[in-house]
């Protein structure tokens, strides 16, 4: 089925596997004279059954000493000096820095959506605020994220979580994190492994390359049987 998101010529589809579900991201292209589809993103879905469990803030935070706290605002994350964020990626609100560790409070100020299972406000800043954790880290140049390892979620992301990012052995010039979110209590709600984020030096624009055959796929013909979950299309405009 087609449903209408905003986003002006992308797709997203879906394919069942023997074990569990893949994803891909990709966008409209035109490569070699034909038009088609560059793939941003892919993923591996699987349902199962995970052991609830927590986590002791307060431990984490005895051992990280001192707080910063936002007044009456939000604080500021690095990746602000290059990149411009909404009102809804607004949300840290405290922060303890240690050598290889970080703890971090965020609320959201907006109310979730009915449904909503992770915000991507929380969960962008959630995984990415403690950046500079990274061995050669420089505020210069923009961080960006990579790939996800693993993501497990427990349950939804709520308008107040915590975040404590660890630091993870990196390669290939990327920083790479292990985060656990939780509620105000501890109790786990998603558990990232192996988040990675590369180093932009100079920018977007100088690490644009052309397309490869890799990166580009075809629409089948179109007697074929469908294999589009979803397909976010232009919306229609009257």
């Known amino acids: 089925y087609e449903i209408s998101l905003g986003l002006v010529g992308s797709e997203m589809c879906i394919r069942d596997r023997d074990d569990g579900l893949t ?4 966008s409209a292209c035109r490569f070699e004279g034909r038009d088609g589809w560059q793939t941003h993103a892919e993923a591996r879905i699987e349902r199962g059954t995970l052991s609830l469990r927590s986590i002791d803030l307060k431990e984490i935070s005895a051992r990280l000493g001192s707080v910063e706290e936002a007044e009456g605002t939000y604080l500021r994350i690095p990746q602000e000096a290059h990149l411009r964020f909404g009102a809804q990626w607004h949300v840290l609100r405290s922060r303890q820095i240690g050598v290889d560790e970080g703890l971090a409070r965020l609320v959201l100020d907006a109310p979730l959506e009915q449904g909503q299972v992770l915000h991507p406000g929380l969960l962008d800043l959630a995984t990415g605020w403690a ?11 923009l961080w960006v994220p990579v790939s996800y390892g693993a993501l497990e979620v427990y349950a939804p992301l ?22 656990t979110i939780c509620d105000a209590e501890g109790r786990v709600l998603v558990e990232v492994r192996d988040f990675a984020m590369t180093r932009l030096r100079d920018g ?8 490869t055959p890799a ?7 179109p007697d074929a049987p469908a294999l589009s979950l979803i397909h976010i299309s232009e919306p229609t405009r009257p």
Request: aromatic share 10%; hydrophobic share 45%.
């Open 204 to 211: 977007f624009s100088a690490h644009t390359a052309p397309l």
């Open 131 to 141: 950046v500079a954790l990274a061995p050669d880290y420089d505020a210069t140049d």
């Open 215 to 221: 990166e580009v796929h075809f629409d089948a013909d």
């Open 158 to 179: 709520q308008r107040e979580i915590y975040s404590h990012m660890r630091r993870a052995q990196g390669a290939d010039g990327a920083a790479r994190f292990d985060v």
């Open 23 to 26: 994803a891909t991201l990709a």
